[in-house]
């Protein structure tokens, strides 16, 4: 849960509400199709506080935000076609760089 507080003052309130409700799928999925804020939570650890600590160290200013194995990133919703050309330059540029791909026996 990454809540955006300066675009939704009560994200932080509902992400904390959703992680802690004893089915946080169904939270989750109430609050992201309905608009069902999880009432009569009782308060608990969350990880809303180290994921949002851990986005700015790495420069995450928003969702969604993909980062790779090989630390490139794509910040913003894109298309299947961009997700894929995305993921496949990954593939190209890790084949490149695999060593002893050319070599011979």
């Known amino acids: 849960l ?3 507080e300066g675009l939704h003052p009560e ?5 904390d509400a959703v992680w802690c409700s004893q089915d946080r799928a169904k939270a ?3 609050l992201m ?5 999880p009432t009569g939570v009782q308060k608990c650890e969350t990880p809303v506080s180290r ?4 986005a700015e160290k790495l420069g995450i ?3 969604p935000t993909l980062i790779s194995g090989d630390g490139r990133k794509m910040a913003g919703a894109r298309s299947a ?5 995305w993921l496949n ?12 791909q050319n070599a011979t026996k």
Not at 33 to 37: E, K, S
Not at 89 to 100: E, I, M, N, S, V
């Open 2 to 4: 990454f809540p955006l």
């Open 11 to 15: 994200a932080r309130a509902k992400a």
């Open 28 to 30: 989750w999925e109430g």
């Open 33 to 37: 199709m309905q608009g069902i804020v």
């Open 51 to 54: 994921n949002i600590a851990l």
């Open 61 to 63: 200013t928003g969702t």
């Open 81 to 85: 076609d961009q997700l894929s050309s």
């Open 89 to 100: 330059a990954g593939l190209d540029t890790k084949a490149a760089q695999a060593p002893g």
